[in-house]
């Protein structure tokens, strides 16, 4: 199982955190929660924030767009660092 090994420095946490919560829209699985970035990987886009309210992981791939839809940018929250390696290989971005 492949690592991810970038991490993101202050000011690439915010960044990420600020444009998460301008693209998403009511209903989706992160409206109103408390997000930090943690780290990011190319080529899938994939930016992974730490739920601090629930303890919890979200594997985000980010669209850079503001989304109309709440299930986009698609996002899985998972309970544990091994889910969210797991996730990221069963996306196929491994």
Same mark, same amino acid.
């Given at each position: 199982?492949?690592?991810?090994?970038?991490?993101?420095?202050?000011?690439?946490?915010?960044?990420?955190?600020?444009?998460?919560?301008?693209?998403?829209?009511?209903?989706?699985? !992160?409206?109103?929660?408390?997000?930090? #970035? $943690?780290?990011?990987?190319?080529?899938? *886009? %994939? +930016?992974?924030?730490? !739920?601090?309210?629930?303890?919890?992981? #979200? $594997?985000?791939?980010?669209?850079?767009? *503001? %989304? +109309?839809?709440?299930?986009?940018?698609?996002?899985?929250?998972?309970?544990?660092?091994?889910?969210?390696?797991?996730?990221?290989?069963?996306?196929?971005?491994?």
């Amino acid at each position: 199982m492949a690592a991810v090994s970038c991490r993101v420095d202050v000011r690439k946490r915010r960044m990420f955190a600020e444009a998460e919560k301008r693209r998403i829209v009511a209903g989706h699985v !992160l409206d109103g929660r408390v997000v930090e #970035a $943690v780290a990011s990987r190319k080529p899938g *886009k %994939e +930016t992974i924030f730490w !739920l601090p309210d629930v303890g919890g992981w #979200a $594997v985000v791939h980010l669209t850079w767009t *503001k %989304e +109309t839809k709440p299930d986009w940018p698609s996002a899985v929250i998972v309970d544990s660092w091994d889910n969210v390696l797991a996730e990221l290989v069963d996306s196929g971005h491994e």
